[in-house]
């Protein structure tokens, strides 16, 4: 039972334009949302997290949207870099942390 | 350095051989957990650990064990492996774990884990 789904598994964006990549939930327990970014080889990192309490979160060229009503959240990047290709996985905790599949992003420069 | 740590990155055994891949934390984090990366299923939790002595089951717990006898070590054992238990190993930490926030999971760089 995946509850947090990551239905792209991968996305190609050019250099300086928007990222854009969707998760969706199915608890609606879950209230903190969060981001990591994985390369090859390295354990995945912190990117960007959300409360529920808030539908938008900033920090530098990464964003994060939350709405609960539709239960998706999604991560923009802006403008993308070559350097953002990676794996990136949404999570959703509320005891614990539940992961989505993951979506390669591909920038191509 | 604040780091996970995690040994061996690579093995490759043959089923039912036990095997123990360790998990060691410098953070005086009080919550510890492993997952496995599997293509398409994202990471999925094993055992989790929200302090010293205090351990539970994830999501997939069949075919494993855990210890939390100390707070900066978390090993996961595999008593008698199975080649589907053949995966990438992530250990996490952080530095509480459960009620309304949870904190960001720091994570190991991963044990790629082959069984024959």
């Known amino acids: 039972d995946q509850q947090v789904k990551q239905n792209s598994p991968s996305l190609s964006v050019q250099e300086g334009r928007i990222s854009i990549l969707n998760c969706d939930y199915t608890n609606s327990m879950f209230d903190y949302f969060l981001w990591y970014k994985k390369y090859p080889a390295e354990g995945p990192t912190f990117l960007i997290s959300i409360s529920s309490i808030k539908d938008k979160n900033e920090d530098g060229r990464f964003t994060v949207f939350l709405n609960k009503s539709a239960k998706h959240l999604s991560l923009h990047i802006v403008p993308s870099q070559p350097g953002d290709s990676a794996v990136y996985f949404c999570?959703?905790?509320?005891?614990?942390?539940?992961f989505g599949a993951g979506t390669r992003l591909t920038v191509k420069p | 350095e604040a780091q996970v740590t995690q040994n061996p990155r690579y093995l490759i055994t043959v089923t039912g051989k036990k095997l123990t891949v360790t998990c060691s934390q410098n953070m005086n984090h009080e919550y510890m957990s492993w997952y496995r990366q599997d293509p398409g299923l994202g990471l999925r939790q094993i055992y989790y650990s929200m302090n010293v002595e205090v351990t539970d089951k994830g999501d997939v717990p069949e075919g494993y064990k855990v210890s939390r006898k100390e707070k900066r070590n978390f090993p996961l054992i595999l008593e008698s492996p199975s080649p589907n238990q053949t995966s990438l190993y992530f250990c996490?930490?952080?530095?509480?774990?459960?009620?309304?926030?949870?904190?960001?999971?720091?994570f190991g760089p991963g044990t790629r884990l082959t069984v024959l």
């Open positions: 996490a930490s952080s530095l509480r774990g459960g009620g309304i926030v949870t904190d960001t999971q720091y």
């Open positions: 999570a959703a905790s509320f005891n614990d942390m539940r």
